[in-house]
C-alpha cells in the first residue's frame, strides 16, 4: 500500500475520476500491493483494492472513504472518495474530504488546492472557510517548493518562463561586508516597484525568491548567469553592491537575459541608505533602463522608508526561504513596528504567521473535516428554514391539515359595541 | 374490481416512482371527521364537523401552483339540534424559489364558500370560531382575499437565519344576514427565524408579528384587531428514518379597538387570551413504503383581563390529547390515516369536553 502513495506522490497531474481507475488498474504493474508484507496488512485491506467499492450509498461511500484515511489507506480513501463524487448532488463537505487525502495522505498540495477551494463556493462560509484559506495559502507555497524540486531535475522545463524578469540577489563587493539583508532587501522593493509579481498574491510574490533559493541551495556555485539560464525569464535582474561604510553603499545594477549573457550593465549608483527615497528611485531608473520596462508615473515611495526595518525584512526573507519561520516571525514584528505602513512587511508578516500556525496542521485539517460533519447541507438547511418561515406567515389551510392553524382564527365583528 | 385486477394494479402502484416532485402534478383527496361532546352541568351537546378537502398541486413557470377546496358539514345535536353545510372558499397559492435565497408567494382566497348565514347558522359557526374549543376548521370563508409573502434565507455555518414579510388584502364580504358590505382588517405579517442545525438535530426559533388594519361596515371603521406575536421554539432531529418533533408556540394577542360611543379607542382591558401550545411528534418509517406517526399535544389558552362577573370575561381553557397514524406509500399513491383525542375544559373548567379526530387522505401523483 505505501507503494501504491508513493506512486500517486509522483504522479505529476491531478487525478480525476477515470484516472483513478486507470492508476487502481496500472498500480500493481507499478509494483504497488506486493505480498511481501500481506502479514502485515491489517485484514480490512486484504480486500483488493480495485473491487467497485461495496457500498453504493455516497453517504455510505464518503464514510468509507474517511475510514479508509484515517487507518492511513488513502488508495482505497481516494477510490471510494471518488465512488461518492459520482452522485448528482455530491455531499458539499467531498472535496474537502479528497482534498484532505491528497493533501496530508499524498502529500500533493498541488492536487489538494483545487479540492479545497471547491468548498469555498459553497455558502456554509465562516470559520471554515478561513481555515481553508489559511491551509490553501500554506499549501501553496508547499506546491511551489514541490514545483521547485521537479524544475530542478535535468531536463525539467524552466520554471519562471512566461515571468518578464526574475531577481538575484545583489553580489558582494568589496572589502567590506554590508550589513545582511540589504543586498535581497533593496532588490525585492525594486522588483516590486516595477510590477514583477504576476499578480498581488503572497504566493506569486514569494515565488522567484523560492526558485532562487532553491537554486542557490542545490548549487553551491550558483551565480548569477547560471541562474538566469534555469530560471528562464526574460531579463534577471542583479547586480553589485559595495560597502563604501557610513551607510552609503555603491551599487551597479546588471541584467542577463535568458541565455545567460550579461545584456546591461547600469551606471554605478552611489547612495545613502540613510536616504532611502532617493536611492530608491535611482535604482528604479537604472533597473527600467536595464530591463526596458517604462517607470511608473508618479515614481513610488518606497515601500520601507528607512534603513533598519529594510534590512530587517531582508533578513527575514532569508530565514522564511531557509525555513525558519520563527525567526522570520520575530524580525517581521520588528520591522513592523518601524515601518507600520509597509505592505510589503505587512504581507509577509501575515503569510509567516499562517504558516507558523500551519506547520503543526496536518492533524488539524482532519479534525476541520471531522468537525465539518456536523454541519448541515447548506442547500437543505435554506430550504427547511424558508419553508419554516414561509409556513409561518402563510399557514396552509386547516381544512387540508384537519389539524387547527398555528394562527388563531380571527373571527368577524361587523357588530357595533354599544 | 375482481383480484384478478386488483393483483396487477397493485403491482404497478408497488413499481417505485418519486411521489414528490415539483414537475408532475399531485393531488391530495380526502376526509375528515371531528367531533365534539361538551359537557356543562348535566346538559351535554355534540358537535360534528365534517371536511371533505380537495387539493391539487400543479408545476406552474418553475414553481408550484396549489388549488385547495372543500365541502364542510357541521351538526350540533343535544340540548338543541342545527346543522349547516356547505362549500368552503376556494384558494389558489404558488410558489416559487428565488435562487436559492428566497421564496415568493401569491395567494388569493375566492369567496366560493358558504356566506350569508342566518341567526342559528351563524350561532352554530360562533360555537366552531371558538379558540378554547379547537375545531380544525372555523369558518366557511371569508371574501376574495389576495396576498404575496417574500421569505428571504441566510446561511452560515450551522446558522440559518430566515425573514419574510406578508400582505393580505381582504376583500368585503357578508359574514350573516343583515350584516352587508363587512370589510376585514387587510392583515400584515413579519416573519424572522433561526435554526441551528447540529448534525441531524435542528433547534429552532421563529417568531411572527401580525398587525391587522380596522374593520369596516360600509365604510365605517367598528373594529381593530390587537396586534399578534407569536413565538415558535422546538427541537427537531431529522433522522432517516426516524423524525422526531418537540415545538412550543406561544402567542400573545394585544388589545383589541372597537368603535365605542362614536370614539374609536382601545379596549379598557384586552379580551385577548393567549395561547400556550406544547407539541410533539414522531414519525418513523421502518420500510420505504410504511410510516408510523404518533403525537401528543397540549394547548393552555390563558384567561382574558377582564373580572369574572363582567359579561366579556373569558376563561381560561385547557386541551391535551394524543394520536397516532400511519401511511403507507404504493407506488405514486399514499395513503394515510390519523386518529386524535383530545380531553380539554373551557371557561375555567365549566365546560369539560373530548374530542375524536379521524382523517383520512389520498395523495396521487401523476
Known sequence: ?418 | MNARRLIPLIFLLCLPHPVRCATQMEADLGGFMHQITLRRDTTVTRIRQWVSPLQIRLPLAGGALDIQTALMYVAQSGASSEEVWGPLNTRFAGTWKLGRRALISLHASLPTGKRTLDAQSAELLRTLARNDLNFPVRTFGDGLDIGTDLSLVRQSGHLSLSLGAGYTRKGAYDPVAGATNYKPGDEATITVGLDYTWRRLVYRVSAAGAHRLTDRVDGLAVFQNGKQILVQTGVYYEGLSLRLQAEIVDIVRMKNRLLDHSLFLYEFRDSNGNDLRVHLKANWSPIRILALFAEANLKHITANTYPVDSPLYQGRARIWGAGGGMAITLGKARLSFHITRQDGSAVDRTVLFSTHNYRGTLSLAF
Not at chain 1, 502529500?107 to 477551494?117: C, N
Not at chain 1, 478561513?130 to 535535468?154: D, F, G, S, V, W
Not at chain 1, 516595477?194 to 498581488?200: F, H, S
Not at chain 1, 528611485?281 to 530591463?291: P, R
Request: glycine share 6%.
Open chain 1, 1 to 418: 500500500m505505501k507503494n501504491c502513495t508513493r506512486f500517486i506522490r509522483r504522479l505529476p497531474v491531478r487525478l480525476t475520476v477515470r484516472a483513478v481507475a486507470a492508476l487502481l488498474t496500472a498500480a500493481p504493474l507499478a509494483g504497488c500491493g506486493g505480498s511481501h508484507r500481506l502479514a502485515q496488512i491489517p485484514k480490512a485491506q486484504l480486500a483488493p483494492v480495485f473491487a467497485v467499492p461495496s457500498a453504493s450509498d455516497p453517504a455510505k461511500l464518503q464514510k468509507s472513504a474517511y475510514a479508509h484515511y484515517r487507518r492511513g489507506d488513502y488508495v482505497r480513501a481516494l477510490r471510494d472518495a471518488y465512488g461518492a463524487a459520482r452522485d448528482a448532488s455530491p455531499d458539499f463537505r467531498l472535496p474537502v474530504l479528497i482534498g484532505l487525502i491528497y493533501d496530508t495522505g499524498f502529500d500533493r498540495p498541488d492536487l489538494a488546492i483545487p479540492e479545497y477551494r471547491q468548498f469555498l463556493h459553497t455558502p456554509p462560509g465562516g470559520k471554515y472557510v478561513r481555515r481553508l484559506q489559511q491551509r490553501i495559502h500554506y499549501l501553496h507555497r508547499l506546491a511551489q517548493e514541490r514545483e521547485t524540486t521537479l524544475a530542478l531535475q535535468p531536463g525539467a522545463p524552466s520554471p519562471l518562463q512566461t515571468a518578464p524578469f526574475a531577481v538575484y540577489p545583489l553580489q558582494q563587493a568589496g572589502p567590506r561586508q554590508p550589513e545582511p539583508g540589504v543586498e535581497i532587501g533593496l532588490l525585492d522593493m525594486v522588483f516590486h516597484g516595477l510590477g514583477g509579481p504576476a499578480d498581488t498574491s503572497h504566493t506569486d510574490a514569494i515565488r522567484p525568491h523560492l526558485l532562487r533559493h532553491a537554486f542557490q541551495s542545490a548549487h553551491s556555485d550558483a551565480t548569477p548567469d547560471a541562474f538566469s539560464r534555469w530560471v528562464g525569464a526574460s531579463a534577471t535582474l542583479t547586480g553589485s553592491l559595495i560597502d563604501l561604510g557610513a551607510h552609503r553603499v555603491q551599487i551597479v545594477l546588471r541584467v542577463f537575459d535568458t541565455e545567460g549573457r550579461l545584456s546591461h550593465t547600469g551606471q554605478p549608483i552611489t547612495g545613502s541608505l540613510s536616504d532611502l527615497r532617493a536611492l530608491y528611485h535611482a535604482l528604479l531608473g537604472s533597473a527600467s533602463e536595464g530591463l526596458d520596462i517604462p517607470l511608473p508615473s508618479p515614481l513610488p515611495e518606497p515601500d520601507i522608508p528607512s534603513p533598519l526595518p529594510l534590512v530587517l525584512y531582508g533578513q527575514a526573507l532569508e530565514d522564511y526561504l531557509s525555513g525558519r519561520l520563527s525567526d522570520a516571525h520575530r524580525r517581521l514584528a520588528d520591522a513592523g513596528r518601524l515601518a507600520p505602513d509597509s505592505h510589503l512587511i505587512a504581507d509577509a508578516q501575515e503569510r509567516t504567521e499562517q504558516e507558523l500556525a500551519e506547520t503543526s496542521g496536518d492533524h488539524a485539517m482532519a479534525d476541520v473535516y471531522r468537525d465539518m460533519m456536523a454541519l448541515p447541507d447548506p442547500s437543505e438547511a435554506m430550504e427547511r428554514r424558508l419553508q419554516a418561515t414561509h409556513t409561518l406567515a402563510v399557514p396552509p389551510p386547516s381544512a387540508l391539515t384537519g389539524a387547527e392553524s398555528l394562527q388563531p382564527y380571527k373571527p368577524s365583528r361587523p357588530e357595533v359595541t354599544p
